[in-house]
């Protein structure tokens, strides 16, 4: 258990937990000493996951949410209250990907990505705003793609730039609470998330999915896609006391790829 224990006492609520980076950011959460509920529609996957965490002495909670319902969104806040009484940290990380090229006439996908990487974002911080503690962490899934453009990601790329402008908004009106909200932005990631995308990118180029990885490495200057634990330890230190005053920020990490 002992790893600092920076978040001891903390009660947080990961969205899309079953999986890559939410399952890291739940793990890290966990060792670091805080008692996690883990939120994704493969409530069988976080029960899994729950269940290590507990039998290495923390405490979770596995909870079946659809983030783009807003009945799902409801039941999962009432619940970690109900067993916790509050929640310090919300980490609003479920997303979904995929190409939106403008030669698509079927909306579903375009749909489907907004309100789960945008609007689900919005709704889950408005449904825990009354249980959050005076001084919480918010932290928002964002992504180097809401840093630029890029061809036939537009929606994607569109609610990745939205949850940095909802970031930056949710900041300011809550400051008089001491609550920080703040994105991460990472790039390319050791996720099923991430190999879909660098499979495409080998498509593309004409050769496999170890050739888009390998190129997708390289969009960076230190040339290595990332960890997802990396990503739970910017969470982990944002989550923390010592991120008190860092608020309103859409912070990069990705190899050097973006450099504002």
Known sequence: MAEGLRLAGK?????????????AISRRFA????????????????RSIAQEIEADGGRALALETDVTD??????????????WGRIDVLVNNAGLGGPTPLTDPDDTRWDAILATNLT?????????????SDGARIINLSSVVGRFGVAGLGAYSATK????????????????????????CPGWVETDMGRAGWKGVGER????????????????????????DEVAGLAA???????????GQAIVLDGGQVMP
């Open 31 to 46: 060792r670091e000493g805080a008692a996690v509920a883990l939120a994704a529609r493969d409530e069988a996957a976080c």
């Open 205 to 228: 180029h004409g050769g496999t999915e170890e050739d888009g990885r390998r190129l997708a490495a390289q969009m960076a200057p230190l040339a290595r896609i990332i960890e997802p």
């Open 161 to 184: 730039h939205g949850v940095i402008g909802l970031t930056r908004t949710f900041a300011l009106e809550l400051a008089p609470r001491g609550i920080t909200v703040n994105a991460m």
């Open 120 to 132: 689900a974002v919005f709704r889950m911080t408005r449904a825990t705003l009354p249980h959050l």
């Open 70 to 83: 807003a009945g799902h969104i409801a039941r999962t806040v009432a619940a970690v209250v109900s067993k």
């Open 237 to 247: 230190y944002l989550a923390s006391d010592d991120a008190r005053s860092i608020t």
């Open 11 to 23: 009660v947080a609520l990961v969205t899309g937990a079953s999986r890559g980076i939410g399952e």
